[in-house]
Every structure is written in structure tokens, then in C-alpha cells.
């Protein structure tokens, strides 16, 4: 594979120039999402990432709006008193109103301030709050969907927070709202239609529609133009869920979306461009690891390995030395996620490496959770087997070391034939009898609940990778989350990351892609492609990425057939590195870390805040536009 010196890239293009200052004293930023100390998905650690940048630009004006979910409250937050005057007001009228609101400090890097609203109190308003959005609106949202349901409580709730925020208010307020996906925006629409005093700002960090026609199997990008987005809609029932988030994009003073691709997306799907394009950025010095961080591969892999050698018992028959990790993780969408095309390329992969005769092995992980009822039996009783042969090779070798010491202190050179018994001898046997085998060393490992309809299974089955001796490929199928409490793998996502050798990403439908962004703040290459948001944002800011260890799948203009022989080709080449320049090639890719860290794209989100505070309040503030869109 090409190690080809490319431009380092050190900034943002654009970034340089944006040094406007605004006087943010007597303005106030409420930043509202399901996700607000309620981990769901992606948008989560968006939030949660991000709180310290904003957290230091606006001090004590800056307020996390969310759900109260009581286990959650327990361990992430902190109740408190609210610190501001207005807002004690605020939230002491309306838990008087027949609502309750708490306010806190969030436990992460920041301390946030949080308001969180109970909206399991005030399902009683739920039909009076459905009439009005229907008679304002036209809006009418199904009694069985429940999740549309909390956003009419959700959105009806936060906008009563900033009504009452205002009205508290001895001086007209300056407030920036920024709402994030379609379950807070009805906060959003009710703002405007109120006419409240608020710069509204809107996020889609994915839409609805498009997630579900690319999980329907259709040619998303290349018929974007000519969905009929009403009917679509309707089709999959989810209509009202759509008028809301199309709603939230047009009535917002500030629409964004977190890359070009998703960009293009939202202005077919949703009918309006965005205004700004805001990329998710990392906070880079929690996963920085100065100087070690080859040296925290090497121990991670090393872990991995140990796992690897019970897995294999009875079947480890291939140099661990000349093994290579790799892992494709996220929710398992099998289609979207680039699943099927992966497998497809391993399969391929597999019959390369056996034609060449390479002595590379490669163990490829899919870290995807699924329905299941417990551990596999013979996975955890590989892990006992390694455990047992570990521990008799310590009682062996403390035997034979006092034999050893006893003989070379009296001044004798050891007999070898004497230093161990024929007691050692049985225990070494039964240890290697122990280790035999009459399956293969299985897939998955865990009981899987619907073995025979689930989409991974059933292609390893298609493709024929049953983890024989004679492949060169080998499949593990982990359908859990990592945990450092498991039993089986006690690895933490992270620090598994940082022993793999390569991340696989090919995803078809990926709005911008938190996954191969960890790989890069760790140093660890990745494979992703020209239809996720960081495909397309490190495709537009390093010349050459292959050559920092990003490698980028054309999915977009080249068929399935052709994408999937691109992919085993970046496979076979990273397999036939050496050591010296996969370590050479880790060095590269950790240097463009900087490129994804929020001192960096959370310019973008203060650009986002001052647009939309010059829209709503233009006599008091100015804004300059810097080509927005363009990142």
C-alpha cells in the first residue's frame, strides 16, 4: 500500500477568518435534545462532547434542556438550585403549573447545567396539546406511536420553558434555542408561531426519511430528486414524524445538518438548503495519549490476542504474531452500516490470501448488538481451556524454576533429563488432551434468538466461512457492546479499538460516522466511504488520504459489485504491510486528529449561533456570511 508523503494538513480551510466577536453578555443559549443526558445514539455524544467548548464560550448562560429518565438522573446528574434568577422563576411557575422540571449540573467534562422536564407528569395534556398542533399545524399524530407521542409533550414543554423564560425576563431577553432532531423540533415551530423572543437554530443530524428508504434497499443518492417525499412517507407510516421535522427545518431562522452528504439529502427530503454545515467533532484529549500510543496498541492487541487463543483452541494453527485485527462496530443496520458488503469482501479477501499462500491471518470482528440469550457455551469454555493451560504452564515452569535454582546452587549444571519428572509429564498431557477439538471454533459468540433469519449469520453461511484451518479469514460475530465487565472479552470499546490494526466502515447510508472518527484520534487506520459525512470531509481536506491511513470506498458512483472489489483490494494491500509500515502509517493517521477536534468544528457551531442571532435580533447584531456550506 502506498505511503506516498502527502500535504499535512494543520487547520480548517476557512477557519482563519472567522474572528468576529459578539457581545454574548446578555444573551442566553438553551441548547434542547432527547439526547441531553439520555444516551440513545450518536447525538448523545455530539452533546456530550461539545458541552466544555460551549460551556467555556457562554459560562452560566448556557443550558442543556432534555428528558428526565430517572435511572439516568441517578448516575450522571447532579441536582441542584438553579444558579440564575430568571430561570428559578422560570421553572418555580411552571412545577406550580401542574409540571416538574428539575435542574442540575451534568456529571461529564464541563458540568453543563441541565433543565429536565418529566414528560410522563403532564401526559395529561396530550390530547388538548394534539388539538392545537392539528388546529395550528395540520398535524395529526397517531395515538399507538409513542415516541411521536414525547415529542408532542417534549416540544409543547420546551416551548413553555422559553415563553416563561421570557415573560420572567425584567429585560427583553436575548435567547438562542438550538434544537437537535426531529423530537425536539416542535419546540422549535411552536417558538415561532408564538412569536417569542428566540433565535432558533435546527440540527438534523440524519433524516427520517432518508434512513428508512436506504434500509428499504432503494438507489438512494442517485434517485434523490424524484422521491415523491409525501408518498414515501406515508408508505412507511411514519408521515407525521416527517411533517415535524420538515416543519422545524423551514420554521427555524438557522437550519444545519452535520455534512455535505446529509446536506444534499435534507434539501431534496426536508425542501430547504441548509444554512450552515456544523461536522461532529471529539474531544481529542480524552482519547490522546501522548507519545504512548503505540505502546497502548501493543498492549491492547495483546488482549485481544489472549481472547483470540481461547476462541481458537484445538484450531490455533496460525501465527498470532502475523494475525491482523479487524472490526466493523455501530448499530446493527446490516445493509446500511456496509455489513453485507464487508462479509462479501472478506469472502474475497479469503480467497486471495489462500491463492498467494500468505501467511497473514486475519480475525475480523463485528461488533453489533442483536437479540440474544446468553454466551455461547463453547465460547467461554475456550476462554476456561486457555485460563487452564495458562495456569499449568505457571505450576510447571514454578516447579522446573526450583529445580533449576536448587541444582545451580550447589554449583551443578542442571541435568535436563532429571529437572522434570514424569509428574510434570501427565500434567502437560492432560493439559494438551484438554485442548482438543471436534467442532470448529464457532462465529458468533452468543445464543442468538433468531439464528436462523439474522442477516450476518445467514451471509458467513452463504459465503462459506466457517473459521476452518484452512482459511485465511476468520469471522467473530460479537452481537453485545464491549464492557470491561464481560466475562468473555473484558475490554472496553476503546481500548479494543486501540489494539485492532484497521476499522471497516462501508457504510451506504452514514450521515457523518462517530466510529472511523475514534479510529483516527487513536491512531488506528480506517476504511470509510464517499457517502458518510467523514468520508467527504477528510476526502475535501487531505490531499491524499490513503496516505494518513484513511482509506475512502467509492459507494456512491461505482455499483455494489465494483465498490466491493475496491474493498477487498484496500483489504489484500493493508494485509501484504509490513510492521514497519503499519506502525509508520498509525504515526500519520494520529497526527490528523487535531483536524477532528472541537476547538476546531465547534467554530462552526458558534457561527451557527451568531447567523441565527442576527437574524432574529438585527438591530443588535451583524452578521458576515464565510461561504457557509462549504466545510
Known amino acids: 500500500m502506498p505511503l506516498a508523503r502527502s500535504l499535512s494538513v494543520t487547520s480548517l480551510s476557512g477557519l482563519e477568518e472567522w474572528d468576529e466577536e459578539f457581545d454574548l453578555e446578555d444573551a442566553v443559549l438553551f441548547e434542547i435534545a432527547w439526547e441531553v443526558a439520555n444516551k440513545v445514539g450518536g447525538i448523545y455524544t455530539v452533546i456530550q462532547t461539545k458541552a466544555r467548548l460551549t460551556s467555556d464560550e457562554w459560562g452560566e448562560n448556557y443550558f442543556l434542556v432534555g428528558p428526565y429518565v430517572e435511572s439516568n ?15 428559578k422563576r422560570t421553572i418555580d411557575k411552571m412545577n406550580s403549573s401542574g409540571c416538574k ?5 451534568w456529571l461529564i467534562e464541563g458540568s453543563p447545567y441541565v433543565v429536565l422536564i418529566d414528560v410522563a407528569f403532564t401526559a395529561w395534556s396530550l390530547d388538548s396539546w394534539k388539538s392545537e398542533l392539528w388546529e395550528l399545524c395540520d398535524i395529526g399524530v397517531p395515538w399507538f406511536d409513542r415516541e411521536a407521542n414525547d415529542a408532542v409533550l417534549f416540544g409543547f414543554l420546551t416551548a413553555w420553558l422559553l415563553g416563561e ?54 438507489d438512494f443518492y ?25 416543519a422545524a427545518a423551514h420554521c427555524a431562522h438557522v437550519f444545519t445538518t452535520v455534512s455535505q452528504i446529509t446536506a444534499i439529502e435534507a434539501e431534496h427530503l426536508l425542501k430547504r438548503k441548509p444554512d450552515i454545515v456544523t461536522p461532529n467533532g471529539l474531544n481529542v484529549k480524552k482519547f490522546s495519549a501522548v507519545h504512548e500510543f503505540q505502546n497502548l496498541h501493543a498492549q491492547s492487541k495483546n488482549r485481544i490476542q489472549e481472547f483470540v487463543r481461547g476462541h481458537f483452541y484445538g484450531h490455533l494453527d496460525f501465527n498470532l504474531d502475523k494475525c ?18 464487508f462479509l ?31 454466551f455461547n457455551v463453547e465460547t467461554l469454555k475456550g476462554q476456561a481451556v486457555r485460563k487452564q493451560l495458562w495456569d499449568t504452564a505457571q505450576t ?28 510434570d509429564f501427565t500434567i502437560m498431557k492432560r493439559a494438551i488432551f484438554a485442548t482438543q477439538r471436534q467442532c470448529q471454533p464457532p462465529v458468533c459468540t452468543h445464543n442468538m434468538l433468531e439464528d436462523s433469519s439474522d442477516p450476518i449469520l445467514n451471509c458467513v453461511r452463504r459465503i462459506g466461512l466457517f473459521n476452518s484451518s484452512a482459511d485465511r479469514v476468520k469471522i467473530i460475530f460479537h452481537p453485545e457492546f464491549l464492557s470491561s465487565t464481560s466475562p468473555l472479552l473484558p475490554m472496553d470499546y476503546e481500548e479494543f479499538v486501540r489494539g485492532c490494526h484497521l476499522g471497516v466502515f462501508p457504510s451506504y447510508y452514514e450521515p457523518w460516522g462517530y466510529t472511523p472518527a475514534e479510529c483516527t484520534v487513536m491512531g488506528i487506520p480506517s476504511i470509510s ?30 455499483g455494489v459489485d465494483e465498490s466491493c472489489n475496491q474493498l477487498t483490494s484496500f483489504l489484500f494491500q493493508f494485509c501484504k504491510q509490513s510492521r514497519r509500515q503499519r506502525i509508520i502509517q498509525r504515526n500519520r493517521t494520529e497526527r490528523l486528529s487535531e483536524l477532528l477536534d472541537w476547538r476546531y468544528l465547534g467554530r462552526y457551531y458558534i457561527s451557527a449561533r451568531h447567523m441565527a442571532l442576527a437574524k432574529a435580533f438585527p438591530d443588535t447584531y451583524m452578521y458576515e456570511l464565510h461561504e457557509p456550506t462549504s466545510v
Open 324 to 341: 491482523l485485527f479487524l472490526f466493523i462496530a455501530g448499530r446493527y443496520e446490516f445493509s446500511n452500516k456496509g455489513a453485507d458488503i
Open 529 to 558: 466511504t464517499n457517502l458518510s459525512g467523514f468520508g467527504c470531509f477528510m476526502e475535501e481536506h487531505i490531499a491524499d488520504p490513503s496516505a494518513y491511513g484513511i482509506y475512502i470506498l467509492d459507494r456512491r458512483f461505482r
Open 165 to 218: 423564560y421570557a415573560a420572567q425576563s425584567e429585560e427583553p431577553p436575548r435567547i438562542v434555542a438550538h434544537f437537535h432532531e426531529w423530537l425536539a423540533g416542535l419546540g422549535l415551530v411552536l417558538c415561532r408561531h408564538r412569536q417569542l423572543p428566540v433565535a432558533t437554530i435546527f440540527t438534523t443530524h440524519a433524516t427520517l426519511l432518508g434512513r428508512y428508504l436506504c434500509a428499504g434497499n432503494v
Open 101 to 105: 422540571v428539575y435542574f442540575g449540573r
Open 396 to 423: 510447571v515452569k514454578e516447579r522446573f524454576g526450583k529445580k533449576l535454582y536448587e541444582s545451580l546452587l550447589v554449583g551443578q549444571l542442571p541435568d535436563v533429563s532429571k529437572i522434570m519428572d514424569k509428574e
Open 222 to 246: 442517485n434517485k434523490l430528486a424524484d422521491f415523491n417525499v409525501d408518498k414515501e412517507a406515508g408508505d412507511r407510516q411514519i408521515y407525521h414524524r416527517y411533517c415535524l421535522e420538515r
Open 73 to 87: 438522573v441517578r448516575t450522571q446528574v447532579e441536582l441542584i438550585e438553579p444558579t440564575n434568577p430568571v430561570l
Open 344 to 374: 462479501e469482501a472478506l469472502a474475497r479477501l479469503n480467497y486471495l490470501l489462500r491463492v498467494n499462500h500468505s501467511d497473514v491471518t486475519v480475525i475480523a470482528f463485528f461488533i453489533m448488538p442483536a437479540r440474544t440469550n446468553n
